[in-house]
């Protein structure tokens, strides 16, 4: 029989397979603890559990971990670390500093991504594979060894709806308070907007919301994110208006400004009018540059000009800073450049 990897159950079928070993629910609370809070991975070491206990769960399971394979510091603080999975594939996160000691870890869901937006690095290797919710959460454990995590964003490699079960379980092992205790303000999730699964994540778990839009007309959001043909942006203005929120808490739209294509003060009207009636706030992205991709960041003009626009018209607008530009910094980076290392030669 094939050992269950404790890190992949939520806290309910954790008492679940306890359970079927005629264990008391109490052992649930022990043994999240000793996993995430303790951060120890082996059986043996979880003291208050009796012995033949320890070695039962060692005969029927096992705990995975994390341990970064590469580690790059920027000079602003971001750091970046690269795991290698069990099956050789690669996966990113990024600790990104906010002052005070605090930081917002950025994650990943899958191992690349199936969306093909036209902007993204990480689009160009296709999906690879979904991750486990034991490789979603096995990220955060991790990068707790290495400074403070206080809030998390499923902003990494992959589109996480697409993964929508599987994040859904590390959404629940993130908030379970014997374990991570992550409460669900302190953690965002970022689509590219599949309607179906937004209103199933919406029913299933609460979690802040993040939209990648990116466009103001389906002409270009077509062009830019093919998946807008599949759901155009009146029905994803219309699932957002759906989603719900808890008082005062807000829908995040993502907005990369990139130079030519979508940063005109036209643009910025339009993003206006799409935005009507939503509760909403706006992250602006000037474009990342890097070498999948001939669009460039606009000048900083145009990005002022633009984010006064949304200002003015009484709209939270955030300019997003572009950190770790020394290090490789947009998202699938530092995985591309360790595939291309001749070392690399496993996959
Ligand atoms: N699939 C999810 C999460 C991963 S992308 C989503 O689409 O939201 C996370 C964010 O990075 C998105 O807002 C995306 O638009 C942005 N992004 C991707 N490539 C970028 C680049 N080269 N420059 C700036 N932002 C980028």
Request: net charge neutral; glycine share 8%.
């Amino acid at each position: 029989m094939k050992k269950v990897d404790l890190k992949n159950l939520p806290p309910e079928e954790l008492e679940a397979f306890l359970a079927d070993l005629g264990k008391a629910r109490f052992r649930t609370r022990q043994i999240l603890r000793w996993i995430y809070q303790r951060g120890i991975c082996d059986f043996s070491q979880m003291t208050d559990l009796a012995k033949d206990f320890r070695q039962e769960l060692a005969e029927k399971a096992t705990l995975s971990e994390f341990v970064p394979e590469v580690i790059e510091k920027s000079e602003d603080g971001t750091e970046k670390y690269l795991f290698r999975l069990d099956d050789g594939e690669t996966v990113e996160s990024v600790r990104i500093p906010m002052g005070e000691g605090r930081s917002t870890l950025c994650i990943s869901t899958q191992a690349g991504c199936a969306m093909q937006c036209e902007f993204c690095f990480t689009g160009t290797f296709g999906l690879l594979r979904h991750l486990t919710p034991a490789e979603i959460v096995n990220q955060v454990c991790a990068s707790l060894k290495q400074g403070p995590v206080n809030n998390i964003v499923m902003m990494g490699m992959g589109e996480p709806l697409h993964n929508l079960d599987n994040v859904v379980k590390a959404l629940k092992i993130l908030y379970s308070e014997d374990g991570l205790g992550f409460g669900a303000r302190r953690v965002t999730l970022s689509t590219c907007g599949l309607i179906p699964e937004m209103e199933k994540l919406g029913r299933q778990v609460r979690v802040g919301l993040a939209v990648s839009l990116n466009a103001t007309t389906d002409e270009v959001r077509d062009r830019l994110m093919p998946v807008n043909k599949r759901y155009p942006l009146k029905d994803l203005m219309a699932a957002c208006r759906q989603f719900p929120l808890q008082p005062r808490e807000k829908i995040t739209f993502e907005y990369i400004l990139i130079r030519g294509v979508n940063d005109s003060p036209a643009d910025a009207k339009r993003l206006v009018k799409l935005l009507h009636g939503v509760k909403a706030k706006v992250n602006l992205i000037p474009f990342n540059e890097h070498p999948g991709s001939d669009f460039r960041a606009p000048g900083e003009e145009s990005i002022e000009r633009f984010q006064t626009y949304l200002l003015n018209r009484k709209i939270v607008t955030v300019r997003r800073a572009s950190k770790g530009q020394d290090i490789s910094a947009a998202c699938g980076q530092l995985k591309g450049q360790m595939d291309q290392t001749p070392q690399d030669s496993g996959g």
